[in-house]
């Protein structure tokens, strides 16, 4: 039954992303200064915003170990930082490629950019140090501990275009408090915006799943080299 669901969502998410490519790629007009790369915004927002939320959920599964001593919780942790990881680099590359066309560069050292690069690098390094640790409980505690120290790094990037005024323009959508966008440019982003974030879940509960399947086999073959 929760399969026959998470299949039904992801058609629903297929759909619905493939009717908004229709509608930034062939009915919403170019926009008047940047053109037509201004379509890339639709896909680097929603995707920084399913980083952020990924993010999240690898905060609150850290402190729920840490609280409980679930080994769930790490795997639920470990499966949305991968996820936080696989958004992050779309939202890097996304921004190269737009930032190549508009600034004329593929990347700066402005505070929004290096503060997203930093912290993604920073999720990577917790990923290569669960490799280091075998032992479950000592690599579930130590990789809780990085994730909730990684993750103030996640606020930096999305306050910095309002502490700092560098080459990254401001907030530009309304509800942040910018000065939006053309009519139908800024509904576009939102509802891709639904339609990422909905697929990071599906995403998300099909890595769980392989965690969680993984951290049972590595169990039986541990009782089997004791025996």
């Not at 009717?19 to 790629?25: E, R, S, T, V």
């Not at 779309?90 to 929004?112: E, S």
């Not at 999305?158 to 990254?168: A, L, N, Y």
Request: aromatic share 14%.
């Amino acid at each position: 039954m929760r399969e026959k669901l998470i299949y039904l969502i992801a058609v629903g998410v297929a759909i619905l992303l493939v009717a908004n490519l229709y509608n930034i790629l062939l009915v919403l007009p170019d926009e008047a200064n940047q053109g037509a790369i201004w379509r890339i915004f639709t896909f680097h927002f929603p995707s920084a915003m399913s980083a952020g939320l990924c993010s999240f959920l690898a905060l609150i599964g850290s402190m729920m170990y840490l609280w409980r001593r679930n080994l769930w919780w790490d795997a639920f942790a470990v499966s949305a930082t991968e996820l936080t990881l696989a958004f992050g680099a779309i939202v890097l590359i996304t921004g190269m490629i737009w930032a190549r066309i508009i600034w004329g560069i593929w990347w700066a050292w402005d505070a929004r950019l290096t503060s997203t690069l930093v912290s993604w690098l920073a999720y990577a390094a917790y990923l290569i140090f669960r490799k280091a640790i075998e032992e479950p409980t000592a690599r579930a505690r130590y990789s809780a501990v990085i994730s909730i120290l990684t993750f103030p790094g996640v606020i930096i990037s999305w306050k910095s275009i309002e502490w700092w005024r560098t080459q990254h323009p401001g907030p530009v959508l309304t509800i942040r408090g910018g000065g939006g966008m053309a009519p139908g440019m800024q509904p576009a982003a939102y509802w891709n915006l639904l339609a990422l974030a909905v697929f990071a879940m599906i995403l998300l509960s099909i890595r769980l799943r392989q965690e969680n399947s993984q951290r049972l086999i590595d169990g039986f073959r541990r009782q089997v080299h004791e025996i």
